[in-house]
């Protein structure tokens, strides 16, 4: 009776690992309805194609970093990349003032990096009779003014900022005069509150004045104010593309970060090779599997073939358990994979050896097995938890495809043991009784 | 079954360990590791052109940038690739570089385009060494306590030591570039010989317990040929997996799964030629301080590697118990 009951447990069991690992089943609320099954395991980077960002904020003169600063930084992030349409972006804080940026398949990383990584202070500074060139730029502390190429001059100059991108409602990219095909593109800004309140008492006194538009300390364009300027809309115009001009807006719509963070590195996978390395690697990964089964078979005939079983299941646990944990699936994770089949059949290999000796000592086959088990068991032990020992340290000091890989070696030698002993060994006792008992012969 | 005497012949090991260590040391003091842009900071470009391009015209293409230090590859698999190494760019460097080549060869496409630090790169070899560190000496507490004997620990250390200086040493000779990932293989390695070395140290344990009255290095030499078939086996099937891996698995793939191959073959090798004649050698050593200067070996008798290395194990008593 007992034993009828684990066995509907694990016929259970394996049901649920295949709809974890594979979901044939889908559900429509609480309707469930067939579909083809597909891994449920999140792709790294590396698998599907796409960047990994590592930004770093950095202290200026008047903001060391702060908690608050990279927490700001990432949440201003966040609404730039949701600007560009990236599909499931992570952006993760690493230590005190790391911020780390995973976008997969984005189409034009060196744009993405453009829109992540920049300030984008916005300010607008009166330069009162001064007009400045585009290009021109402030020092940090804002006193003096270096004019750009070819003249490459410094002129002091106070930065006296009248309101800042901050106070901006609004930003959109658009086409001097509205004429699609003539006009250059312009940036269109609505000021909120206090801010347009501010701009128009500005403006209005200022008639006649240079208004120097800058961001990031870079002069964008020095215009001449022509009048009072009322409802707080502006417009920006440099010398615009009209991508620069769509980056812009996003940027000034998204806002500043509190911080200037530094790209401290970038790596880009293309689709393609992330593409070829899937099927590469799982096509090696199923040959490999396929050798190690057929091998298994080859030694150890019929016990072979249980070890097959278990170890099929090992796999069906180890995707299962993946998508489970929402764990990211990396190309040196399936290495890991294909070592940790390796690492489990090493187990039943321990077992049957084990057997085998226990038999030539002239031990029943029941009596032989039991002991065999016993005795293998110290062994399994100390070896696997010796391999979880070199996977936890990896997993602690690793990052993205280490980390992965250290995951998926950590979770298969787990999952491997219980395989090994419980499915193993649950096979064999089966099959010690008659009528398979005479093709358990362990190669004696 | 004829008996090897393998405990008898481990001088031929010694040997062949030295053989394949030496020159790799020497490699490593003379050329040094070959460290990829992931340790020293720097940019790569992999990059698939319209049409082929030779080495010399992409090192002229790359001219006008003055990158005349960059590393540039070709693999004959796929001749339309390149591969260029060089000291950190700019965002807008990266992308001149890459419009360069797509003028002069009908188009690229970006497959892989990293840009590293140099102090991402400086803490990541920090990182690397403190985790081989650790991982070892993680292991050698648990084995030291799982064995209840320092001498078993140091025994699968040095065996250990030997295998890092061996793949180590054999990435310093063939000067493949080591990346981030290599630290994997590292641990990986790691773990893999010290499993191996487990297993014949833990029927080592079993048969001291079982106390014959058998001169250790007979014994140890049993032990070994006891687990040898499973050791073989292990090992053969890691091998052949790995294998698989090495020639459909990809490029990327290739250096990882190499340093993991050798990682195996020293790892299995080891744990017979080098833990176990360390463990014999130790008691001989033991054996001469106790002044019996001649065959040593042959009389030195298990109890009194119990009393040194207190090696009394439980083990069997908790195993009878589990059987009831």
């Given at each position: 009776m007992l034993r009828v009951f684990w066995r509907v447990v694990i016929g259970l069991v394996i049901l649920a690992a295949v709809q974890l690992a594979a979901a044939p089943v889908g559900f429509r609320g609480w309707r469930p309805y067939l579909q083809t099954p597909r891994l449920q395991v999140n792709l790294g980077l590396d698998l599907q194609g796409g960047s990994h960002i590592v930004l770093e904020a950095q202290d200026t003169k008047e903001l060391k970093v702060t908690a608050e600063a990279v927490d700001a930084a990432m949440e201003v992030i966040r609404n730039r990349i949701d600007q560009l349409g990236?599909?499931?972006?992570?952006?993760?804080?690493?230590?005190?003032?790391?911020?780390?940026?995973?976008?997969?398949?984005?189409?034009?990383?060196?744009?993405?990096?453009?829109?992540?990584?920049?300030?984008?202070?916005?300010?607008?500074?009166?330069?009162?009779?001064?007009?400045?060139?585009?290009?021109?730029?402030?020092?940090?502390?804002?006193?003096?003014?270096?004019?750009?190429?070819?003249?490459?001059?410094?002129?002091?100059?106070?930065?006296?900022?009248?309101?800042?991108?901050?106070?901006?409602?609004?930003?959109?990219?658009?086409?001097?005069?509205?004429?699609?095909?003539?006009?250059?593109?312009?940036?269109?800004?609505?000021?909120?509150?206090?801010?347009?309140?501010?701009?128009?008492?500005?403006?209005?006194?200022?008639?006649?004045?240079?208004?120097?538009?800058?961001?990031?300390?870079?002069?964008?364009?020095?215009?001449?104010?022509?009048?009072?300027?009322?409802?707080?809309?502006?417009?920006?115009?440099?010398?615009?593309?009209?991508?620069?001009?769509?980056?812009?807006?996003?940027?000034?719509?998204?806002?500043?970060?509190?911080?200037?963070?530094?790209?401290?590195?970038?790596?880009?996978?293309?689709?393609?090779?992330?593409?070829?390395?899937?099927?590469?690697?799982?096509?090696?990964?199923?040959?490999?599997?396929?050798?190690?089964?057929?091998?298994?078979?080859?030694?150890?005939?019929?016990?072979?073939?249980?070890?097959?079983?278990?170890?099929?299941?090992?796999?069906?646990?180890?995707?299962?358990a993946l998508a489970t944990l929402r764990a990211t699936m990396t190309l040196p994770g399936i290495a890991a994979f294909v070592i940790s089949v390796g690492m489990a059949i090493d187990a039943n290999v321990l077992i049957f050896e084990r057997i085998k000796e226990e038999l030539r000592a002239g031990k029943t086959l029941r009596a032989g097995i039991q002991s065999g088990w016993d005795r293998a068991w110290s062994a399994i032990l100390d070896s696997n938890v010796t391999t979880l020992v070199g996977a936890a340290v990896l997993f602690v000091l690793g990052t993205g495809p280490i980390k992965g890989f250290a995951t998926t070696l950590f979770i298969g030698v787990l999952i491997s043991m219980f395989t090994a002993i419980a499915i193993t060994r649950m096979l064999v006792n089966t099959a010690s009784r008659p009528p398979l008992e005479r093709y358990l012969r362990f190669g004696v | 079954m004829r008996t090897w005497d393998i405990i008898g012949n481990r001088r031929w090991g010694y040997l062949l360990s030295l053989f394949v260590i030496i020159p790799g040391v020497v490699a490593l003091y003379v050329w040094g590791i070959n460290f990829g842009i992931d340790f020293t900071g720097g940019t790569l470009l992999n990059l698939r052109l319209g049409r082929e391009a030779s080495l010399d015209q992409a090192r002229a293409t790359l001219r006008p940038f003055g990158h005349e230090d960059a590393v540039i590859q070709k693999s004959p698999e796929s001749p339309r690739e390149i591969l260029v190494r060089t000291r950190p760019l700019s965002e807008e460097q990266v992308a001149a570089v890459e419009r360069a080549f797509a003028q002069q060869y009908g188009g690229t496409e970006v497959l892989r385009a990293e840009r590293v630090g140099p102090t991402i790169g400086r803490e990541l070899r920090q990182k690397a060494i403190q985790a081989v560190i650790l991982g070892l000496l993680l292991q050698v507490v648990y084995i030291s306590i799982r064995f209840r004997s320092i001498r078993f620990a140091i025994a699968a250390d040095i065996a250990l030591v030997h295998d890092l200086l061996v793949v180590i040493g054999?990435?310093?000779?063939?000067?493949?570039?080591?990346?981030?990932?290599?630290?994997?293989?590292?641990?990986?390695?790691?773990?893999?010989?010290?499993?191996?070395?487990?297993?014949?140290?833990?029927?080592?344990?079993?048969?001291?317990?079982?106390?014959?009255?058998?001169?250790?290095?007979?014994?140890?030499?049993?032990?070994?040929?006891?687990?040898?078939?499973?050791?073989?086996?292990?090992?053969?099937?890691?091998?052949?997996?790995?294998?698989?891996?090495?020639?459909?698995?990809?490029?990327?793939?290739r250096d990882f799964v190499f340093g993991l191959g050798i990682g195996v073959i020293t790892g299995t090798y080891s744990s017979i030629l080098v833990a176990s004649p360390v463990l014999v050698e130790w008691q001989r050593l033991i054996d001469r301080r106790q002044r019996r200067p001649t065959e040593v070996a042959e009389t030195a008798s298990v109890p009194e590697l119990a009393a040194v290395g207190g090696n009394t194990l439980p083990a069997r008593r908790r195993r009878s118990r589990r059987r009831r």
């Amino acid at each position: 009776m007992l034993r009828v009951f684990w066995r509907v447990v694990i016929g259970l069991v394996i049901l649920a690992a295949v709809q974890l690992a594979a979901a044939p089943v889908g559900f429509r609320g609480w309707r469930p309805y067939l579909q083809t099954p597909r891994l449920q395991v999140n792709l790294g980077l590396d698998l599907q194609g796409g960047s990994h960002i590592v930004l770093e904020a950095q202290d200026t003169k008047e903001l060391k970093v702060t908690a608050e600063a990279v927490d700001a930084a990432m949440e201003v992030i966040r609404n730039r990349i949701d600007q560009l349409g990236v599909v499931e972006p992570t952006i993760q804080r690493e230590g005190e003032r790391r911020i780390i940026v995973e976008l997969p398949g984005v189409e034009d990383p060196q744009r993405a990096l453009r829109i992540i990584g920049q300030t984008a202070l916005l300010e607008f500074v009166n330069t009162a009779s001064q007009s400045l060139p585009e290009g021109a730029t402030w020092n940090a502390a804002g006193t003096v003014v270096t004019l750009p190429d070819p003249e490459k001059k410094t002129i002091p100059l106070k930065k006296e900022v009248v309101v800042t991108g901050a106070n901006l409602g609004d930003a959109r990219a658009a086409f001097e005069g509205g004429q699609v095909n003539t006009g250059q593109p312009i940036v269109t800004f609505q000021f909120k509150g206090p801010g347009a309140k501010k701009f128009e008492e500005f403006t209005g006194s200022h008639i006649g004045q240079y208004l120097t538009i800058v961001l990031d300390n870079r002069v964008i364009s020095s215009p001449v104010i022509q009048g009072r300027i009322t409802g707080g809309s502006g417009q920006i115009s440099g010398r615009f593309t009209l991508e620069e001009a769509r980056e812009l807006a996003v940027l000034l719509r998204a806002g500043a970060l509190p911080v200037p963070v530094e790209v401290l590195e970038r790596r880009t996978i293309g689709p393609s090779l992330g593409r070829d390395s899937l099927d590469l690697s799982l096509r090696a990964g199923a040959i490999a599997v396929v050798l190690i089964i057929t091998f298994m078979i080859v030694l150890y005939r019929f016990p072979g073939v249980l070890a097959d079983v278990a170890l099929l299941l090992y796999a069906l646990f180890l995707f299962a358990a993946l998508a489970t944990l929402r764990a990211t699936m990396t190309l040196p994770g399936i290495a890991a994979f294909v070592i940790s089949v390796g690492m489990a059949i090493d187990a039943n290999v321990l077992i049957f050896e084990r057997i085998k000796e226990e038999l030539r000592a002239g031990k029943t086959l029941r009596a032989g097995i039991q002991s065999g088990w016993d005795r293998a068991w110290s062994a399994i032990l100390d070896s696997n938890v010796t391999t979880l020992v070199g996977a936890a340290v990896l997993f602690v000091l690793g990052t993205g495809p280490i980390k992965g890989f250290a995951t998926t070696l950590f979770i298969g030698v787990l999952i491997s043991m219980f395989t090994a002993i419980a499915i193993t060994r649950m096979l064999v006792n089966t099959a010690s009784r008659p009528p398979l008992e005479r093709y358990l012969r362990f190669g004696v | 079954m004829r008996t090897w005497d393998i405990i008898g012949n481990r001088r031929w090991g010694y040997l062949l360990s030295l053989f394949v260590i030496i020159p790799g040391v020497v490699a490593l003091y003379v050329w040094g590791i070959n460290f990829g842009i992931d340790f020293t900071g720097g940019t790569l470009l992999n990059l698939r052109l319209g049409r082929e391009a030779s080495l010399d015209q992409a090192r002229a293409t790359l001219r006008p940038f003055g990158h005349e230090d960059a590393v540039i590859q070709k693999s004959p698999e796929s001749p339309r690739e390149i591969l260029v190494r060089t000291r950190p760019l700019s965002e807008e460097q990266v992308a001149a570089v890459e419009r360069a080549f797509a003028q002069q060869y009908g188009g690229t496409e970006v497959l892989r385009a990293e840009r590293v630090g140099p102090t991402i790169g400086r803490e990541l070899r920090q990182k690397a060494i403190q985790a081989v560190i650790l991982g070892l000496l993680l292991q050698v507490v648990y084995i030291s306590i799982r064995f209840r004997s320092i001498r078993f620990a140091i025994a699968a250390d040095i065996a250990l030591v030997h295998d890092l200086l061996v793949v180590i040493g054999i990435f310093a000779l063939t000067r493949k570039e080591v990346d981030s990932s290599f630290v994997a293989v590292l641990l990986t390695v790691v773990g893999y010989s010290v499993n191996d070395t487990v297993v014949i140290l833990d029927r080592i344990r079993e048969n001291v317990n079982l106390r014959l009255r058998e001169p250790f290095d007979r014994l140890v030499n049993r032990s070994m040929l006891e687990v040898l078939v499973r050791s073989l086996t292990t090992g053969f099937g890691a091998i052949v997996a790995l294998i698989v891996l090495y020639f459909f698995g990809g490029p990327t793939l290739r250096d990882f799964v190499f340093g993991l191959g050798i990682g195996v073959i020293t790892g299995t090798y080891s744990s017979i030629l080098v833990a176990s004649p360390v463990l014999v050698e130790w008691q001989r050593l033991i054996d001469r301080r106790q002044r019996r200067p001649t065959e040593v070996a042959e009389t030195a008798s298990v109890p009194e590697l119990a009393a040194v290395g207190g090696n009394t194990l439980p083990a069997r008593r908790r195993r009878s118990r589990r059987r009831r």
